[in-house]
């Protein structure tokens, strides 16, 4: 591109970072770095009585959690209602926008939103409705405003003619100048606007794109007049296809709670390069259909030409905790879990085992070879983080539960009760406890007993860890060690048979 790209993230604070606010960030940050270009937060904290430094915070951090560091700010909306308001005097002075008087009284007890159906029905039907103050001569507005009275400013929106500009996405996009109201700029209370405020900053932060979601498409032609009026260039469009929960409704941050949450994704295990991954592909894909791509190469492979119109599909199950998530999400992060550097992983997982109450300091350090050959054995298993905390409790503790159907799968034959304490008496005996060792006893006192070699395996399976599967048996043995092994099998005793 021959210009410099200069994008931004602009969220408000009136709620967490949720999964379709963090894919337009990651967007914004895929397509400044494909083009070296510069992404932006800016906090647009305007509405006083919903924003909360919580929510502020909240974004905060999961946006350091993903890793989509800004390259400025972030900067606060309401820092620069002074420049907002400045504008909209301006284009007051220069007569592209004027004082409107009209008392808030005039429209009775009816709310904002009735007024606004009813004044759309009648400019559908009849055309645009004028103004009355439209043509108000700016001296005597000024007058009016210095005896006392208050008044919003409203832009002039052109009676004749239609609104243009071409989407990234969608493409060309039209709307009558007959279907746009003469757009409030500043309030009579002297608060400035979504629509000039967001235009302002825009301009003052140099931004040549403006990625963000299709709710915002209508707002749009609006802005692109505000431009115009402000004599200043009109940026880039891309808006992103809407992402839609399981019913074909739209993902919502206020209806599906915590599901859509990024720090959900973080407090139950999931690596930030896997959600990334994750995000990327909804409403967009590489162009050879690949589905494990790391962050250079979504960078590399990321256009926004490729970004689908049609809406993504954001699936889960809210009403049940074992399925939470969508499962795509929820394998891609198991993938990123399984082939990973080991040395990141283990570290990674110090945060999930502290919260568990199950880290040791020396997994930092003496026992560190064994804590990594423990999480290597366990990872081909796993789809998060916390399940190494969870179903690998076994490994790191010795308070763990039984699983029901394992006890009564594995656990159910009488005769357990005295081959299991013999096997461990075995092992016992055994010089180096090793896979090949601890298997090789095994066989050899099923052999002695009469018994098949599975139903020792499957026995100290669930003797062992509590569960029916698992890594290989001789292995968890290993990691178990033959203390805790030997002890498990003779503790284990009292549950077979059904008792």
Do not use: C
């Amino acid at each position: 591109m021959s210009e410099q790209v200069r994008v931004r993230f602009a969220p408000s604070p009136t709620g967490f970072l949720h999964v379709g606010g963090a894919r337009t960030a990651l967007f914004n940050w895929l397509f400044a770095r494909k083009h070296n270009g510069t992404f932006i937060l800016r906090i647009e904290d305007t509405d006083t009585e919903r924003s909360s430094e919580a929510m502020v915070q909240g974004i905060l951090e999961g946006m350091k959690w993903l890793q989509l560091e800004a390259d400025e700010g972030p900067f606060f909306q309401s820092s620069y209602a002074a420049e907002h308001r400045t504008a909209a005097d301006r284009l007051v002075e220069e007569g592209k926008a004027y004082y409107d008087f009209t008392p808030k009284e005039a429209a009775g007890d009816k709310s904002v939103k009735e007024r606004i159906s009813e004044r759309a029905k009648a400019q559908s039907a009849a055309g645009k409705e004028r103004n009355p103050y439209r043509d108000l001569p700016l001296a005597e507005a000024r007058q009016r405003l210095a005896a006392g009275e208050t008044a919003a400013s409203r832009l002039k929106v052109p009676e004749a003619g239609a609104s243009r500009f071409e989407d990234l996405v969608f493409g060309l996009q039209e709307r009558d100048y007959t279907d746009i109201e003469d757009l409030v700029l500043v309030r009579s209370d002297g608060h400035p606007l979504y629509n000039l405020s967001v235009v302002v900053d825009d301009i003052m932060m140099g931004i040549t794109h403006i990625i963000r979601g299709q709710d915002h498409l209508t707002n749009t032609h609006k802005q692109v007049l505000l431009y115009e009026a402000l004599d200043k260039p009109v940026p880039k469009f891309a808006h992103l296809p809407l992402i839609f929960a399981p019913g074909k409704e739209k993902l919502s941050k206020r209806k599906h709670g915590a599901v859509v949450s990024v720090t959900t994704y973080r407090d139950r295990g999931f690596v930030p390069d896997a959600l990334v991954n994750f995000l990327a592909l909804l409403g967009w894909s590489t162009p050879d259909g690949q589905e494990l791509a790391s962050r250079q190469q979504l960078i590399e492979q990321f256009t926004l030409e490729d970004v689908h119109k049609a809406a993504a599909v954001f699936n889960f199950n809210e009403a049940d905790a074992r399925d939470w998530t969508d499962p795509k999400a929820l394998w891609m992060n198991g993938e990123y879990i399984k082939s990973m550097a080991l040395d990141e992983l283990v570290e990674m997982l110090a945060e999930p085992f502290k919260q568990a109450n199950l880290w040791r300091d020396e997994y930092a350090a003496s026992q560190r070879d064994w804590f990594g050959r423990t999480i290597d054995l366990l990872r081909a298993r796993y789809r998060t983080l916390v399940d190494f905390t969870t179903l690998g409790r076994p490994y790191f503790a010795d308070d763990f539960e039984f699983e029901a159907a394992a006890v009564k799968k594995n656990l159910n034959d009488e005769r357990l009760r005295e081959l299991l304490p013999g096997l461990a008496g075995r092992l016992q005996q055994v010089d180096e406890f090793t896979h090949d060792n601890a298997e090789q006893a095994l066989r050899k006192f099923a052999e002695e007993q009469g018994v098949k070699p599975g139903l020792l395996i499957n026995a100290s399976r669930t003797a062992l860890t509590g569960q029916a599967v698992g890594p290989g048996m001789f292995d968890i043995m290993v990691a178990l060690g033959r203390e805790r092994t030997v002890s498990r099998l003779q503790q284990a005793a009292s549950l077979s048979g059904g008792s």
